[in-house]
Nanobody
Framework: QVQLVQSGGGEVEAGASLGLSCTAS????????LGWFRQTPGNEREFVAT????????FYAESVKGRFTVSRDNDKGTIYLQMTNLKPEDTGVYFC?????????????????WGQGTQVTVSS
């Protein structure tokens, strides 16, 4: 059974840091891509960051480069997102996801399994 279970998130003020984690089980444990997306009401789910299985490489959306760090523990099947210098526009529901298409690493449609989502709220 494929499952992605998220933890972390919460509400912070602008400039603060926050961490998210996601543990994948079943087939998703060794997915080539484990990544993060976020969504705000009325908007599409957008790519945030992703990490490849092997070799481990990270890719980021331009809006979070230099502020967010994605890391991955392949033994645990866990992906982390460390967010620093948070801005109000980072507010949203964050989802982890598993995918297998390296060329489409930033496209929502190519991720086939999703976590339950967790709210991140950044106040100004």
């Amino acid at each position: 059974q494929v499952q992605l279970v998220q933890s972390g998130g919460g509400e912070v003020e602008a400039g603060a840091s926050l961490g998210l984690s996601c543990t994948a089980s079943g087939r998703a444990h060794s997915a080539y891509l484990l990544g993060w997306f976020r969504q705000t009401p009325g908007n599409e789910r957008e790519f945030v960051a992703t990490s490849t299985h092997a070799p481990v490489k990270a890719f980021y959306a331009e809006s979070v480069k230099g502020r967010f760090t994605v890391s991955r523990d392949n033994d645990k099947g866990t992906i982390y997102l460390q967010m620093t210098n948070l801005k109000p526009e980072d507010t949203g529901v964050y989802f982890c996801a598993a995918g297998w298409s390296p060329v489409h690493y930033n496209e929502r449609a190519y991720y086939h399994h999703w976590g339950q989502g967790t709210q991140v709220t950044v106040s100004s």
